[in-house]
C-alpha cells in the first residue's frame, strides 16, 4: 500500500463526510440521505480507494482488486508449461541417441488392461477419461501423444509423492526418482492402487516403444491411448482429492 496517497485518500474522504455531515447533521436528517448520495459515494470511494491496485471508470477509470494470487498461479502455470517443453525435448532427444527394441503388449492385451481400469472408475472418472482420450486423438503424431502420456503419468506421479512427502515438485529427490518408485510410493500410502501397477506398466511399455522410433500398430496405439487416458483418470482424480 502507497502509504503517502493513502493518507491523501482518506483526507479527501474525510472532507466529503465532513461536508456531508454539516449539511445532514449528526446522525443525519433521513430526508437529506438522497440529495447528499453523492458526498456519501464519495467518501466511500475515498475511504477505499488504498485497497485497490487500479481504478478505472469506462474507458478510463477502472476498479481491479489485487491480482498478487492470480499472478503466482499465472508464474507456477508458466514453469509447469516449461517443465514439460524440457520433458518432451528430452524424450524427442531419446529417439535420435537410441534404438532400443521393446516388448509391448498386443492390442487385445492393452483392451483387456484397459477393461480392468475402467471397471474401478466412477461416472466422473469415466467422463475425464473420454475428455484425456479426445485430447490425445487430437494430436496430429501419435508418437507424440504417446510420449505425452508418459510424461503425464510421470508428472501426475511426481505431484501425488511430492504432496506425500511435503516437497516440491522441482525437488531433486523427486526428479530424479523412477516412475516404479514413485507408483510404488502410491501403492503404500494407498494399497487400493494396486490394480494400477500392471496396466500403467503395459501402457508405459507402448509409450517408450514408441519415444524408441519402435514400429507401433494402430490398432496398439489406440488401445494405448485410451489405457493411458484411464490410468490419467486415475491419477488426476487422486490428485484433486488431496487438494
Not at 454539516?22 to 448520495?37: I, S
Not at 485497490?52 to 508464474?75: C, T, Y
Not at 502420456?149 to 516437497?167: F, P, Y
Not at 488401445?223 to 487438494?243: C, F, P, R, T
Amino acid at each position: 500500500m502507497n502509504h503517502p496517497l493513502s493518507f491523501l485518500s482518506w483526507l479527501v474522504a474525510f472532507y466529503f463526510s465532513l461536508g456531508f455531515l454539516t449539511r445532514a447533521g449528526f446522525p443525519p436528517k433521513a430526508d437529506l440521505l438522497t440529495d447528499d448520495a453523492l458526498s456519501i459515494g464519495l467518501t466511500l470511494f475515498f475511504l477505499f480507494l488504498p485497497f485497490f491496485n487500479k481504478i478505472k471508470v469506462g474507458s478510463w477509470l477502472e476498479l481491479e482488486r489485487s491480482v498478487r494470487e492470480a499472478k503466482k498461479d499465472i508464474v507456477a502455470a508458466k514453469e509447469e508449461l516449461r517443465e514439460f517443453k524440457n520433458e518432451i525435448r528430452t524424450t524427442v532427444s531419446m529417439v535420435t541417441t537410441n534404438t532400443v527394441n521393446l516388448t509391448v503388449a498386443g492390442a487385445a492385451e492393452l483392451r483387456r488392461q484397459g477393461e480392468k481400469v475402467e471397471e474401478k472408475l466412477d461416472q466422473t472418472g469415466r467422463q475425464k477419461a473420454e475428455e484425456v482420450e479426445q485430447e490425445l486423438h487430437a494430436e496430429e503424431d501419435v508418437n507424440y501423444a504417446l510420449a505425452k502420456v508418459r510424461i503425464d503419468i510421470e508428472r501426475l506421479l511426481r505431484l501425488i509423492v511430492g504432496k506425500s512427502l511435503n516437497l516440491p515438485v522441482m525437488d531433486n529427490t523427486l526428479k530424479f526418482m523412477s516412475l516404479t518408485k514413485m507408483f510404488d510410493m502410491l501403492v503404500r500410502s494407498d494399497v487400493g492402487y494396486e490394480y494400477l501397477r500392471d496396466p500403467m506398466k503395459k501402457v508405459l511399455a507402448v509409450c517408450n516403444a514408441a519415444v524408441h522410433a519402435q514400429v507401433v500398430s494402430a490398432d496398439q496405439a489406440d488401445e494405448a491411448l485410451k489405457l493411458g487416458s484411464q490410468v490419467i483418470a486415475v491419477l488426476k482424480q487422486h490428485h484433486n482429492a488431496k487438494d
